[in-house]
């Protein structure tokens, strides 16, 4: 989602972002969308409960669409849209019930089962060296999860490419607190990987010309953006991905010190979806972390 996006203003204009999360993680846990794509489907249609293709309401749920049913456009990979449907514009032609889960919907979201998640350090540092980051563990003090930086002097890493290994080079550094526990460690490199993909650092232009990379950075000029903003929208694009693993996660706590005279900063929300997204983005693409992000 692009910096400023109409679609974030007229939730924001609309007081509907609490509904959009809530939404995005339902979403994102039972149907594997992204969460842009949750945003556009809920500013279209407030309120609106599960939603799916013709083609997965047929192969997975046996059911077809009403005729003159109302769909809801969303992006698809690789082609310009797809068109959705909730599950009031559908029927069963045997007459069968829709899954509880589904049927419940319409007054309340059921909740994001949690789902075992525990880091595997050395797929997350393969993934993220695929992606042109340098990732390490070290012992930090107790108040620290983790940092992420642009290093001047260029790190290598491992990129595995095409079903070869090829060493490139990185001002890319993620290090996280070996002190940390598991779950801690994963909310550190969430954390810190939303300081990059929220366009918190320079951009590295010899890695941007690598297209296989993948690693889509927005320019930003993030030296005019304060503490707060940036810590703010790190630490949302932890939540969006933590929160689509399935897990509950406050940020109220770590961002209380974030505050300005006891209110949050004006920061992008639409740039904390579109790292989430990308984050998700990559985990499905390796095979040891696929299964952390469920799809129907």
Not at 132 to 142: K, L
Request: proline content about 6%; some cysteine; hydrophobic content about 40%.
């Amino acid at each position: 989602m692009k910096a400023n996006s109409p679609i974030m203003t007229y939730l924001i204009r609309n007081d509907m972002i609490d509904d959009f999360v809530s939404y995005a993680v339902y979403m994102r846990f039972y149907a594997g969308l992204s969460y842009f794509n949750s945003a556009t489907i809920i500013a279209q249609r407030p309120g609106a409960g599960f939603a799916a293709s013709e083609a997965v309401w047929q192969k997975h749920f046996g059911r077809e669409i009403k005729p003159g049913a109302n769909p809801l456009i969303v992006m698809k990979p690789f082609a310009p849209l797809d068109l959705f449907f909730e599950a009031s514009d559908t029927f069963s032609p045997d007459g069968s019930d829709l899954p509880e889960w589904i049927a419940k919907e319409s007054s309340k979201l059921p909740e994001v089962p949690e789902i075992p998640f525990g880091l595997d350090s050395t797929a997350v540092a393969r993934m993220l060296n695929n992606h042109g980051i340098y990732y390490d563990e070290r012992e930090m003090g107790e108040r620290l999860g983790g940092i992420m930086e642009y290093h001047e002097t260029p790190l290598r890493v491992d990129a595995y490419h095409s079903r070869i290994t090829e060493s490139i080079q990185t001002h890319y550094a993620m290090v996280v607190n070996s002190r940390r526990s598991s779950i801690e460690k994963a909310a550190a490199v969430f954390h810190e990987i939303g300081h990059l993909l929220c366009g918190h650092l320079p951009q590295d232009a010899a890695l941007k010309k690598i297209n296989w990379v993948k690693l889509s950075i927005p320019k930003r000029d993030f030296e005019s953006l304060s503490a707060e903003q940036k810590e703010f929208e790190a630490e949302t694009a932890c939540m969006l991905i933590m929160n689509g693993l399935g897990f509950e996660y406050d940020r109220t706590k770590y961002l209380d010190g974030y505050l300005i005279n006891g209110r949050p900063p004006v920061y992008d929300l639409g740039m904390c979806i579109s790292a989430a997204d990308q984050f998700f983005d990559w985990m499905t693409e390796d095979a040891e972390l696929r299964h952390c992000v469920p799809r129907v």
